[in-house]
């Protein structure tokens, strides 16, 4: 009878052997691709990636005052149309608003708010889709109560506004949020390193984790290294595997 191949979990950057060996169910099945493992990036400061979103959204509110002064006649730059100038504006307050959400809910998972309190949890989160919300509404009013401007622009402005909020408000919005008391008792029952999957949505304690198997890359580091990865829930199957019952997975989606 043929031997029995093993795979092996091989890291990135040293190129030994790490993890556990994992027999194939049958044997004469090809070898499975090894799999690398690099190590996560450091958590990262959320006190400067906060201040980092503030700023990027001022700018943001700036390119939509601009754009109102636009609407109004009184910015008119000779190269270019008002309405051209009016989709440039709100394409910059878009981008503005974007980065400086995914800033934020980046600063919310390194240090996350307690949940004790529901409507400030819910705020802090969502405080990109706020932002958002001030971004385009206040031009959106304008354009449509505005008498002197003409129809055609009136309408492009409006619709470019508004598809520029829904995007806005799409990538500002917390999808994944986590509360400190949830990241406290994550820290506390797992001690060791996980892993997570360059797009997976969660982290695992078993790198040959039934769920990886597609995986040829995985990003080893602490609970709080993933949690600030936006890998903020256990694996279903590794939490049955270790009887872990106290932390949110992703049992259910």
């Not at 619709?159 to 500002?172: D, E, H, K, Q, R």
């Not at 390193?193 to 995985?218: E, I, K, M």
């Not at 602490?222 to 949110?248: G, H, M, P, Y």
Request: proline share 4%.
């Amino acid at each position: 009878m043929e031997e029995k191949k093993e795979k092996k979990i091989i890291s990135a950057d040293s190129g030994e052997a790490v993890g556990k060996k994992v027999k194939p169910a049958a044997a004469d099945t090809e070898a499975p691709q090894e799999k690398k493992v690099k190590q996560s990036a450091p958590v990262g400061n959320a006190k400067g990636l906060r201040i980092g979103a503030v700023i990027l959204w001022l700018v943001a509110i700036a390119f939509e005052v601009l754009a109102v002064l636009i609407l109004v006649g009184k910015i008119n730059l000779p190269f270019m149309s008002s309405r051209a100038q009016l989709i440039v504006m709100l394409v910059l307050d878009l981008v503005c608003v974007i980065i400086g959400s995914q800033l934020w809910k980046k600063a919310n998972h390194i240090d996350p708010v307690s949940e004790k309190n529901k409507l400030k949890f819910w705020l802090w989160n969502n405080m990109g889709l706020i932002v958002c919300a001030f971004a385009f509404i206040p031009f959106i009013i304008l354009v449509l109560t505005n008498k002197n401007a003409d129809k055609k622009t009136k309408v492009v402005a409006t619709v470019v506004a508004v598809i520029a909020l829904l995007i806005g408000g799409l990538f500002s919005f917390d999808w994944n949020p986590v509360s400190a008391e949830q990241k406290q008792e994550a820290v506390n029952t797992i001690t060791e390193n996980v892993f997570w999957s360059p797009f997976g949505h969660v982290y695992h304690t078993d790198p040959d984790c039934q769920a990886l198997n597609r995986s040829d890359t995985l990003t080893t580091g602490s609970v709080e290294q993933a949690i600030a990865a936006n890998r903020t829930r256990l694996c279903q199957f590794c939490a049955k595997r270790d009887n872990i019952t106290n932390l949110a997975t992703d049992e259910g989606e």
